[in-house]
T-cell receptor
């Protein structure tokens, strides 16, 4: 969700557990959503995307859920691994223009071995 | 083999100087972007070019001037650098109009002293 103050929302999980990262988006006109993973010192890396005509999409070990009624997006990571430790961003396309992505503030996921 | 490459990776300079960051993509994409990521990890679009034409300019100070000599390159020139320009700058590209995934470079960490 949205960060408060100066700190990123954080999620700490044990290796092997499932992780759920949440995101509240702002624009009800958005019809395309995307999740990125950013490891320390690297650029954002695509994980999974979903269009607004779907409410669920699955990838390898990841699932994205979309609830348009409450403008909520979540990323589920199954069997979380230490390599999943990163900052996760959701992004929305604001409807009309598919060029412009508006990013959320990010969630720091820490996986404990 | 790097899909989106930026140079330099690190840039340390004095206030008032002029500097450039270069970006190249070998994905054959039509659209390229510049993002700024601040110390709180907030990622915000600055500019976007589609086939060498400016399509997004997000109220960035005119000290920042993007230039796209061809659709595989998008450079960012910054005049009269200020302390507040210190950030990580990311270049990205996408195939073009539509709900397309944006692919990011590794970033350029700019430090203005």
């Amino acid at each position: 969700g949205e960060s408060v103050g100066l700190h990123l929302p954080t999620l700490s999980v044990q290796e092997g557990d499932n992780s759920i990262i949440n995101c509240a988006y702002s624009n009800s006109a958005s019809d395309y959503f995307i999740w990125y993973k950013q490891e320390s010192g690297k650029g954002p890396q695509f994980i999974i995307d979903i269009r607004s005509n779907m409410d669920k999409r699955q990838g390898q070990r990841v699932t994205v859920l979309l609830n348009k009624t409450v403008k909520h997006l979540s990323l589920q990571i199954a069997a979380t691994q230490p390599g999943d430790s990163a900052v996760y961003f959701c992004a929305e396309n604001n409807g009309g223009s598919n060029y412009k992505l508006t990013f959320g503030k990010g969630t720091l996921l820490t996986v404990n071995p | 083999d790097t899909a989106v490459s930026q140079t330099p990776k690190y840039l340390v300079t004095q206030m008032g100087n002029d500097k450039s960051i270069k970006c190249e993509q070998n994905l054959g994409h039509d659209t390229m972007y510049w993002y700024k990521q601040d110390s709180k990890k907030f990622l915000k679009i600055m500019f976007s070019y589609n086939n060498k034409e400016l399509i997004i300019n997000e109220t960035v100070p005119n000290r920042f001037s993007p230039k796209s000599p061809d659709k595989a390159h998008l450079n960012l020139h910054i005049n009269s650098l200020e302390l507040g320009d210190s950030a990580v700058y990311f270049c990205a590209s996408s195939p073009g109009q539509g709900a397309n995934i944006q692919y990011f470079g590794a970033g350029t960490r700019l430090s203005v002293l």
